[in-house]
Structure formats: structure tokens, C-alpha cells
């Protein structure tokens, strides 16, 4: 089982055959910086679409030996994001990842109906795994880049793809909280009905194997010692391996929160993709991106991922 970020790394270096990374635009500190920390630990080959002159010049700042990339120059963001999108679909290469462009255009190539890179009907997500150095195992956080106010639908996906990232972890059957202001059930909170359908679905075997609850607080999901003073049985305990939040404007601050309050480390990536996706802030450091980069390459070793 895979119980850090630090263990991630070590599992995915130094691979007999290293996966293509594509970068778009890649002209940024933080992500060379990854990208070349990447390489030298074997995890990946990388080829770099962007301003050739900034990339060479950054990586030079940074002490990267530039031979180490693979650099290819392009004037447009726009077709740096539509050249890497061809280069994975086409087989080229094995993992994308964003650069300094922004993520509205990078995801409309990504999501381009003919060219892009989505799976048939599937539902586009983020799931991120935490390392918090306060909580006793990783956190699996979903949706934190994508879905405003995922449906019924979409929180069932957003809870398979989740679950399944935990797999590759060593993690076989979850523990998932979906998360509320409070644990009591209302019918006037669309979400807390959701999650009733969706613990009888995860009764009945219909989402993957996991023990699920919800809606719970924060506390009752992650800390032992509430669930004993508020006296709530639930089977999640305190003990949450996965939490699905009920929207991205929840979701998106407790991350941060996490990252800049509670000295956080993070590796997430798009889901439902046919080929991992590495989707980040420009402002998250480059221990971050380095993470998402060995996630990426955890996720690609099957053919297809969620």
C-alpha cells in the first residue's frame, strides 16, 4: 500500500520503459522544475511545446540540463494545447500536462469533440490525493478543478473515479464521506438526498466497493474523537479514506486551505480522460506538480484509466 506522496515517487522512478510526458506551454518555472525532477528520477521522457527561448532560459536559471528535453517551438498557447492533445491521442505520448497556458483554453482542446481526449459519455472530474502531515493516511478530495454543482450523476462518478485512484494506492475497499454543513437529513438539501441514494447504491453494489456515508461534517469524517462526543454512528468513523464534496466552491478552498494552513502536498489529475491528464493551478509549487507527474504515471500503467 502506498501511504505518501513521498512513497509515490519512489514506486514510479527508475522504470525499465519511461512513459512521454507532453507539456503545454511549457515556459514556467514551477512546472520545468517538476518536469526535470521527473526526468532525472526516470519517471518519464519529456517533450516540451512552448517558447523555446524561455523554456531553454528558465531551465538554464533553474540548473536543468536542457539535452535532457525533448524542446519543440511554438508561437500560440492555443496550438501548443492542440499539437500535445494530438500527440497523446495519437499514441505519441502518454500523459499530458498543463504548462503557463490558462485552463480554459487548455481544456477546450482537451474537450474538443473530434479531436479531444474524453472518453465516450464519460463525465469529466478532478480527484486529488492529500498528504497532510496532522492526518493519519491520504486523502482522496474530489471534485476541487471541474464540477460547479455536480448532479446526482456526476457525484456518483466523481465517487467512482475517486475510489478507483484509491485502488491503485492499495487502497480495496474505501472508506467515503460525502460531505455536508451537517450530518442531519433534510429533504429542503438536494445534496443530503443525493447522498441517500448513493449509500443505497453503495449498499447494493452498484458504486465500486467502498463503505460510504453521508452527508457528514468534516469532523465526523476525519476525526475519531467527534464521532465519539457527537455519539453519530456512522461506519466512516473518523477514518475517511475519500471525501466527496457537494460542490467546487466547497471543495476548491478546503483544498487550498489544506495547502497553505496544514503544510499540505497534493497529486490530483483529471478523470475521465483517455489518458491521464495533469491539470494544476500556475501557482502551485513544484513539489505539487512533481507529485501529479509520478500520479500520472501510477495511473498510466494500465491502458485506460477511469
Known amino acids: 500500500m502506498i501511504t505518501s506522496l513521498d512513497q509515490l515517487a519512489e514506486k514510479v522512478k527508475n522504470k525499465k520503459h519511461k512513459l512521454k510526458l507532453a507539456v503545454t506551454w511549457a515556459q ?14 526516470n519517471m518519464v521522457e519529456a517533450y516540451l511545446y512552448g517558447d523555446s527561448t524561455l523554456i531553454e532560459k528558465i531551465s538554464r536559471k533553474l540548473g536543468i540540463d536542457i539535452d535532457q528535453f525533448n524542446i519543440y517551438h511554438i508561437d500560440n498557447e492555443t496550438e501548443a494545447a492542440k499539437e500535445t492533445v494530438r500527440l497523446v491521442k495519437s499514441g505519441e505520448a502518454d500523459i499530458l500536462m498543463k504548462g503557463l497556458i490558462g485552463t480554459d483554453k487548455f481544456l477546450k482542446s482537451v474537450l474538443d469533440k473530434e479531436n479531444g481526449l474524453m472518453k465516450p459519455k464519460a463525465v469529466l472530474s478532478y480527484v486529488c490525493a492529500i498528504d497532510v502531515p ?19 450523476e456526476q457525484k456518483v462518478a466523481m465517487a467512482e473515479y475517486a475510489i478507483a485512484m484509491a485502488a491503485k494506492f492499495g487502497i480495496s475497499k474505501p472508506k467515503v464521506a460525502l460531505i455536508g454543513a451537517s450530518e442531519k437529513m433534510s429533504k429542503h438539501f438536494q445534496n443530503a438526498i443525493d447522498y441517500a441514494i448513493m449509500c443505497k447504491m453503495a449498499e447494493r453494489g452498484q458504486i465500486s466497493s467502498c463503505i460510504m456515508d453521508g452527508p457528514l461534517d468534516i469532523f465526523l469524517a476525519c476525526n475519531k474523537k467527534s464521532v465519539e ?3 453519530v454512528d456512522t461506519p466512516v468513523g473518523g477514518d475517511a479514506d475519500i471525501l466527496l464534496f ?9 483544498y487550498k486551505g489544506l495547502m497553505l494552513f496544514a503544510k499540505g502536498e497534493l497529486a490530483g489529475m483529471l478523470m475521465g480522460t483517455k489518458v491521464p491528464v495533469v491539470l494544476m493551478s500556475r501557482s502551485e509549487s513544484e513539489k505539487s506538480k512533481f507529485f501529479c507527474i509520478a500520479l500520472s504515471c501510477l495511473m498510466a500503467d494500465e491502458k485506460s484509466h477511469c
Open 246 to 254: 457537494p460542490s467546487l466552491e466547497a471543495c476548491n478552498p478546503f
Open 229 to 231: 462526543i457527537k455519539g
Open 134 to 152: 496532522d492526518y493519519h493516511k491520504l486523502l482522496f478530495v474530489t471534485d476541487t478543478a471541474v464540477l460547479p454543482f455536480p448532479d446526482l
Open 28 to 41: 514556467d518555472e514551477n512546472t520545468l522544475g517538476a518536469v526535470g525532477k521527473a526526468v532525472e528520477e
